[in-house]
């Protein structure tokens, strides 16, 4: 995301966090996902969407930050024997 611009850290709630192997899902929960907001253009938002929706592993959802609204990419399988981050934190894993 060369062309991103980063806006800020933001913490989202009702939602938690699992690992996929190599990359996170965060599905609808109870819990915090740790994240951080950036501006990006429309080809980049296409990348992402090719990347991430194609097989329907991820759905985009539209989410309010402190910067405004912003994309949230949200697992759409599921979780069932996956590892739960329980701080919400990719980071953490």
């Known amino acids: 995301m060369t062309n991103a611009q ?4 933001y913490d989202i709630e009702n939602f938690q966090l699992f690992s996929l192997g190599h990359y996170p899902g965060a599905v609808p ?3 915090l996902v740790v994240g951080e907001v950036y501006r990006i253009d429309a080809t980049t938002l296409a990348e992402l969407d090719a990347l991430r929706t194609a097989r329907g592993e991820y759905k985009r959802q539209l989410i309010q930050t402190p910067y405004g609204s912003a994309w949230m990419y949200v697992y759409q399988r599921s979780t069932e024997g996956l590892i739960r981050i329980e701080s919400g934190n990719w980071l953490d894993r």
Do not use: Y
Not at 6 to 9: A, F, K, Q, T
């Open 29 to 31: 929960g109870e819990g």
């Open 6 to 9: 980063w806006l800020g850290d």
